[in-house]
């Protein structure tokens, strides 16, 4: 079989390792020189599993978690077969080899660790992630023996949480699942994910899994009633957190928020302080609007070659054609529709569903136009204001404030134009205010008088 050597700037070496859909590889950025780690998916095989929907909520949730203590991802890129994740090259291992090789770890070692994990999945859970799958395994060291959360392939996203604010797929490693997940009753994400903490935490104390049976009935039987006991080198403090973060109970189970308060988890504690360089997104008002605000879009470094979208079915230019346009420096352009936008909101792993159909009762709504992105934007402000709205702009965003009063309030709807190709934009508008019945009434006026301004729209979504 042929071995891959290069995809766009990066230059395949050898496999870290293998994976049921792919295998991750340690590759060089050209440009740059540095080390990166590419996993790479078989597409075929993805859809074939039925995996699509687990790939794409693996990219957004990557896309939405910037911690320093989660594993980074730079890009998506794809073709016709392969799905490319480039992520953060670390250097140091598993969690899992350092207690294999060393046994237990000393107290003041572990809590470091566990900081960074409770730091971590606090953050993800401030964003509506889950990671569901918290373990020695995907828990991996830098070069500076920092903590790094790995393999966000079973983390649920908000959209899976139901109406009673409770998930419901049961999945996990056995030794690490908590006892409500074992149950198929429903569970709380966090404090699921914050029993599998307590267990690694355990398990860099002890050196052993606090749950461990070759039977897996006798396993969740242990899980279930909490059967385990500290060892006698726990402290004081440390074995009285553990117990009550391993409450069977999951509404007596002390919350993260307590665990930061806890008087043992705060010894050397040094909050990490970083910036959280999210996508900015239409939503948000008050960074949209701020004349304070850097420089405005889709702030994540991903990129997809003009080939990549040649594979997956959109229409291009040639460079030259872009590198020409990019040569005026003092107009700022759209935000580019990039690889994660264009995996996480397709129907499939192809363009084909991208943009099909549209849904009553939806806080947001995509439609592609053919012509110029200050055409489209000239457009829909003119298009506004006679429906009763206040406009405001900045280059190619928009917020439209109703000045009537609804059933929640004024309704406000940001939206912001993105570019696919030179010839096709695809423009995004959401609900930031207001009652959701009330936004599809406005989309269907406000659709109807885009089309009497003569603007070409293209497939909707």
């Not at 000393?106 to 730091?119: C, H, N, P, T, V």
């Not at 404090?191 to 039977?215: N, Q």
């Not at 850097?294 to 872009?322: A, P, Y």
């Not at 009537?404 to 930031?432: H, N, W, Y």
């Amino acid at each position: 079989m042929k071995q891959l050597n290069r995809v766009g700037k990066y230059e395949f070496g050898s496999v870290l390792g293998r994976g049921s859909f792919g295998k991750v590889y340690l590759a060089r950025d050209v440009e740059t020189g540095e080390k990166r780690a590419i996993k790479v998916l078989n597409k075929d095989r993805v859809v074939k599993e039925k995996m699509t929907d687990q790939i794409k909520r693996e990219i957004s949730i990557m896309k939405l978690v910037r911690h320093p203590n989660v594993v980074h991802l730079f890009e998506v890129m794809a073709s016709k077969t392969k799905i490319y994740f480039v992520m953060e090259y670390v250097t140091g291992g598993e969690l899992l080899t350092k207690v294999s090789k060393q046994g237990k770890l000393r107290e003041d070692e572990a809590r470091k660790y566990f900081q960074q994990l409770i730091s971590a999945v606090d953050y993800c859970h401030s964003k509506g992630v889950y990671h569901r799958d918290l373990k020695l395994e995907n828990l991996l060291l830098d070069e500076d023996c920092n903590l790094k959360i790995s393999d966000f392939g079973l983390s649920a996203s908000p959209q899976q949480i139901r109406e009673d604010g409770l998930l419901y797929t049961t999945c996990g490693t056995p030794n690490y699942v908590a006892p409500e997940v074992i149950d198929d009753r429903g569970y709380d994400g966090a404090k699921a994910d914050l029993w599998s903490c307590g267990v690694v935490l355990f398990v860099l104390m002890a050196g052993y899994l606090p749950f461990d049976e070759p039977s897996l009935s006798n396993l969740y039987n242990k899980i279930c009633k909490a059967d385990f006991t500290c060892p006698y080198w726990f402290s004081s403090e440390a074995r009285m957190l553990i117990n009550r973060i391993l409450e069977p109970d999951p509404e007596k189970r002390i919350s993260i928020s307590h665990v930061l308060e806890c008087s043992w988890f705060k010894k050397g504690y040094k909050p990490v302080r970083f910036e959280d360089q999210k996508a900015v997104v239409s939503s948000e008002t008050d960074l949209l609007f701020s004349n304070s605000s850097k420089e405005k879009g889709i702030s994540m470094k991903i990129k997809l070659d003009f080939e990549c979208f040649e594979d997956l079915g959109l229409n291009h230019t040639r460079r030259d054609d872009i590198a020409s346009e990019q040569k005026e420096p003092k107009k700022r352009k759209p935000s580019v529709l990039n690889a994660f936008d264009i995996i996480s909101l397709s129907e499939g792993l192809n363009l084909s569903g991208l943009f099909e159909k549209e849904q009553g009762g939806k806080r947001e709504m995509r439609f592609a136009l053919r012509c110029s992105a200050s055409e489209i934007m000239e457009k829909m402000e003119e298009s506004a204001k006679p429906l009763g709205f206040n406009v405001k702009r900045l280059d190619y965003m928009m917020q439209l404030e109703g000045c009537d009063m609804g059933q929640r309030g004024l309704l406000s709807i940001c939206t912001e134009v993105f570019e696919v190709s030179p010839s096709l934009f695809v423009v995004e508008m959401k609900k930031a205010r207001g009652d959701t019945l009330e936004f599809d009434k406005f989309y269907e006026s406000y659709s109807t008088a885009l089309r009497a301004r003569s603007l070409e729209f293209g497939v909707q979504k």
